[in-house]
Every structure is written in structure tokens, then in C-alpha cells.
């Protein structure tokens, strides 16, 4: 029973294609995010949701676009991928509001590589 | 500016010794928290630790503890009698706005550390 899922573990595509990764979470979350994980292992945040609205789109090129159907789903469409689109890219979730911890509980990473 | 600094890109570390991964961090707001993350070679990210800004004691979850100097605003992770699996990745982050859920994580550059048999 996994908590937060993604699909697919590996994506390997030519440039200018459109690829979409998906992520589901079971812990009843409200917050999801998208991280992009560089080949130097730097992990930055690229978006926010919370209950399927955006919160934070961190200076994005409009080429990815988030969609969440769902607050348990927050898939990413890339279009038109680049070279430098090429990284392992995380989903993430977490509890909206006071808890304990604030923990985010990642998925097991997608890694995209564009030839 | 760089909100959280891991100054050591690498590390080793004699198995069964203790060692110090540094963190310090940047911020204005008085609630905060900073988390600890293992990334082994296999890719995943495991949460370690945890400390809230508020938080009057050192945070320990097993071998793992965080020396939170508020301060100097320092929340270096120490891994006592290192294991041979604790050979990755590791990264501190912070969150500002402790309590805030939807707030992300900031990490730093992250620490390889390598443990020698």
C-alpha cells in the first residue's frame, strides 16, 4: 500500500515530444507538489497544489503544465521536451494545516531523460 | 541568497563512528521547520528527522539526532555508530511557516556521505 505513487519510474523520449507523468497519494492529503531534481541531485519545487487548486508555480516554463483532478492526483504534462528537461522529478505530499510534523512524503521519482 | 547551506558536498566515515552532517539556514520568519532527508543510491527520498523552530529539545528518532543551534541558526544532523547503509545522500530543508502545510521545502546542495568498513 503505497503512499504516494508515480508512473512511470523511467521515461526516455526524443526532444520535442509531450510526456505526462502521473502521481496518486492514499494519505488523504491535501497538498501536493511537484520537485525537479537536477543532474547535481539539487531538488527545487516546482508547484504547489492544495485541494486541486495552484498555489505556488515557481517561474515555470508554460511547457509544463500541472493538472489535478482530484486532490489524491496531480499528474504533469510536459510539451515540446528539451534537452534540459531531463532530470528525476519527485511528487510530493503533505497535510494542509497544523500537524505534527508538516512531513512530506515523496513519491519514488520519475526519471525523464530526452535524447 | 541561499536559504539552507550544506557546506561539505562529501564526507567519510569510519563504520560504527559518529558523524556530523552540517545545515545552516536563512530565514526572517520566526516559525520554521527543518527536515533531514536520505537519498540512497536507489533514488527514493526517506524523511529522517524532524525539528520545529518552537521546539525546546533536540530532535533524535534512533541513531539520528539534530544539534538545532537557533542562534546560529544551524541544524547539523549527527548520525551515531554508522552503518554501511547509510552510505547516500543527504539533504536538510527547510520550511518557513511552521504549521503551514502547503508551504514547500527548500533544500540545501545536500552532503554524499560515504561509509568505510
Known amino acids: 500500500d503505497t503512499a504516494v505513487s508515480q508512473t512511470p519510474k523511467y521515461l526516455v523520449t526524443q526532444m520535442g515530444n509531450d510526456k505526462s507523468i502521473k502521481c496518486e497519494q492514499n494519505?488523504?492529503?491535501?497538498?501536493m507538489y511537484w520537485y525537479k531534481q537536477d543532474s547535481k541531485k539539487f531538488l527545487k519545487i516546482m508547484f504547489s497544489y492544495n485541494n486541486k487548486e495552484l498555489i505556488i508555480n515557481e517561474t515555470v516554463p508554460n511547457r509544463f503544465s500541472p493538472k489535478s483532478p482530484d486532490k489524491a492526483h496531480l499528474n504533469l504534462h510536459i510539451n515540446s521536451l528539451e534537452l534540459g528537461d531531463s532530470a528525476v522529478y519527485f511528487c510530493?505530499?503533505?497535510?494542509?494545516?497544523?500537524?505534527?510534523?508538516?512531513?512530506?512524503?515523496f513519491g519514488p521519482g520519475t526519471r525523464l531523460t530526452v535524447l | 541568497a541561499q536559504k539552507i547551506t550544506q557546506t561539505q558536498p562529501g564526507m567519510f566515515v569510519q563504520e560504527k563512528e559518529a558523524v556530523t552532517l552540517d545545515c545552516t539556514y536563512d530565514t526572517s520568519d520566526p516559525s520554521y521547520g527543518l527536515f533531514w532527508y536520505k537519498q540512497p543510491s536507489s533514488g527514493e527520498m526517506i524523511f529522517l528527522i524532524y525539528q520545529g523552530s518552537y521546539d525546546q529539545q533536540n530532535a533524535t528518532e534512533g541513531r539520528y539526532s539534530l544539534n538545532f543551534q537557533k542562534a546560529r541558526k544551524s541544524a547539523n544532523l549527527v548520525i551515531s555508530a554508522s552503518q554501511l547503509g547509510d552510505s547516500a545522500m543527504y539533504f536538510c530543508a527547510m520550511r518557513e511557516g511552521q504549521g503551514s502545510g502547503n508551504t514547500p521545502l527548500v533544500f540545501g546542495k545536500g552532503t554524499r556521505l560515504s561509509v568505510i568498513a
Open positions: 510530493a505530499s503533505s497535510p494542509f494545516g497544523l500537524a505534527e510534523t508538516n512531513e512530506q512524503f
Open positions: 494519505l488523504g492529503h491535501d497538498t
